[in-house]
């Protein structure tokens, strides 16, 4: 079964991220410092790949713990695990900082501050894996795909591309690029699953 | 064919944000007629994009980062020292216990008022998903004007290129394109029949270079009176290398080459 409600019994990474994000609401700096050391080196790593500046990286990621700081009710541990939110919230705001500077045009509409709501309920497999052995998983799935299938995915993730615009990048058809997209993200669901 | 089997191809690219925009005014209007299964995948496909974010080398922040972030945090939170700094001392003061007695006091009444809030809340959410879906369908009747827009603009610019297609099966109706050479193509179509369960259209640029493959342009299909107008805002080649128009029937999604006999063609002058 791909989604399960959330239980008493899910993983304590994913419990402690939820307490320490409750303890946020009422201005607990300890609790901020704890969730800075368990998730700064993923949140940087990400959007320092996106934006290729170390400083720019910085900023943004600055900005992006400040939010959590100052509007951490906007996470609701009811509707999804923290750390995909979090990783959300990271990717849009290094994508809009691309489009800002100009590095990039895209059109990208209305996703800056209202975050999508992530699997209402975490996938068994996320909590099957500790973040180490599925960050792992994913990195062996994406270099078994083809070169330009992993490169479509990683255009249109790091890079914020439409479909269109990878197919243009890459001069391939359109068609397969949706193909090599979708079907990738489907073997990455399978990957995961066939780990838990 | 189902509306939803078509929205299910398209949910992989709409959690990347890789949809055009077309797509994506398609996919959002469906998300708010309130179709549960696509609402539960497309969550789920949410979950396995924000993985990829593991693809991005490690790498450390700085200390000098940590350090500005805390000095903002704690002057927000009005202390520059340790939360661990708290009361230290033996004796507690009559005033204390007063003051826990009134916490308990206020702590019962804080239980009643939060059911009371609670409902209050249950009745807010359901009138903010109602505004959200209000607005969900607003922003999609936008993107469908914007599109529209576009598209007459293209039908009606002196730069575009008429480019007439002719069926192949005389019982079919004749189609019409418009080539413009910066804002894209649009294809349009009237008293069409309908089409065969899980089949869409597809549109094809045939390339001039000698055994150059069909490139997919797009996939469409008529509406409910046989009516439909199609636009490619990025066609994937120029009209000075392409030979002609072609449309073919695929299964739903798509296909990379064509899977049957062009049922309408026309040249591109």
Redesign the interface.
């Known amino acids: 079964m ?2 399960a409600a959330f239980s008493p019994k899910e993983s304590d990474e994913v419990s402690r991220d939820a307490t320490l994000v409750h303890k946020l609401l009422r ?4 609790a ?2 704890e969730i ?1 050391e368990r998730h ?3 949140v ?3 959007v ?2 996106i934006l290729r500046q170390g400083s720019t ?2 900023e943004v ?2 900005d992006v ?2 939010q959590l ?2 509007n951490s009710g906007q996470y609701d541990a009811h509707r ?1 695990p923290f ?2 939110w979090l ?2 919230l ?2 849009n705001r290094a994508l809009d900082q691309l489009r800002l500077k100009g590095e990039r045009q895209r ?2 509409e ?2 800056t501050e209202e975050l ?5 309920a ?2 068994e497999y ?1 909590r099957a894996l500790d973040e180490k052995r ?2 792992e998983r ?2 062996s799935l ?1 270099s078994s795909l083809p070169a330009a299938q992993k490169k479509a ?2 255009l ?3 890079e ?9 990048a890459l001069n391939e ?4 690029v ?2 090599w ?2 079907n990738g ?2 073997r ?2 399978e990957s ?1 699953q066939a780990t838990s | 064919m189902s509306n939803h089997d078509q929205f299910r ?1 398209l949910i ?2 709409y ?7 077309q797509e994506r005014a398609a996919m959002e209007s469906h998300l708010a007629s309130g179709c549960d299964e696509c609402s ?1 995948a ?21 200390e000098m ?2 350090g ?3 000095q ?3 002057a ?4 520059s020292a ?3 700094a708290t009361v230290r001392g033996a004796a507690v003061p009559w005033w204390m216990w007063a003051g826990v007695a009134a916490l308990l006091v206020f702590s019962m009444y804080s239980t009643w008022n939060a059911r009371k809030l609670q409902n209050e809340i249950t009745a807010l959410r359901e009138q903010a998903k109602r505004q959200t879906q209000e607005r969900a369908k607003l ?1 999609q009747e936008m993107a469908a004007a914007k599109i529209q827009a576009h598209e007459a603009m293209i039908w009606s610019d002196p730069k575009s290129v008429k480019i007439t297609m002719p069926a192949k099966d005389p019982n079919m109706p004749q189609l019409e394109a418009m080539w413009h050479p910066e804002m894209g193509i649009v294809v349009r179509g009237w008293k069409m029949p309908s089409l065969r369960e899980k089949r869409v259209l ?1 549109l094809w640029l045939i390339p001039k270079k000698p055994g150059g ?1 069909p ?4 996939t469409f299909w008529p509406d409910a009176d046989g009516k439909f107008s199609a636009m490619v ?2 066609p ?1 080649d120029v009209m000075s290398d392409t030979q002609a128009l072609a449309i073919t029937e695929e299964p739903v ?4 080459q064509p899977t049957s006999t062009p049922m309408w063609v026309g040249g591109v002058s």
Request: proline residues 7%.
């Open positions: 791909f989604l201005r607990d700096v300890s901020f410092e800075y700064s080196r993923i940087y790593s990400l320092l790949r990286a910085e990621v600055q713990f400040l700081w100052r999804g750390v995909p990783l959300t990271a990717r059109r990208r209305d996703q999508p709501q992530i699997a209402a975490a996938p996320e599925r960050a994913v990195r994406m995915i990683e249109a993730y790091f914020g591309l439409s479909h269109s615009e990878i197919a243009a058809p359109l068609g397969t949706k193909s997209i979708r993200l489907l990455l669901k995961l | 191809e992989q690219g959690a990347l944000g890789a949809l055009d925009a539960k497309l969550e789920e496909a949410r979950w396995l994009v924000s993985q990829l974010a593991y693809l991005a080398p490690g790498a450390e922040p700085s980062l940590k500005r972030l805390l903002t945090v704690r927000e939170a009005g202390t340790t939360p661990q922003e597809q493959k490139m997919p342009a797009m805002e990025n994937p999604g798509g296909s990379a």
